[in-house]
């Protein structure tokens, strides 16, 4: 899979990975926010600032949206997938 990203000071970023796990009814949150929902658990490198990007596959389909890190481990990245998108984006 492919991450792309605008990382703070830079043009672009490209990062090439993989999937190590779909987490389904995943509980994550960013700052005070609460979040619920299917997500992938990636290995690919992403920092602070190039999140928001599209996940793609070996197709060039998006399959999520580059979210967020977990900062207790090294190097496990998260993207919410567009099933979960379309889900908010029908709801509001």
Known sequence: MHAIGHP???VWSYSKGY???HRQEYDWHI???NFHGD????QTPMNPG???GPLLNDFGNVIGIN???NTNTQ?????VTV???????ITY
């Open 8 to 10: 703070i000071g830079e």
């Open 19 to 21: 999937i190590s796990a």
């Open 31 to 33: 700052g005070k926010e």
């Open 39 to 42: 997500v992938y658990q990636m």
């Open 50 to 52: 190039n999140s928001g």
């Open 67 to 69: 979210t967020f890190i």
């Open 75 to 79: 190097g496990i990245t998260y993207a």
């Open 83 to 89: 099933k979960e998108i379309l889900k908010f984006l």
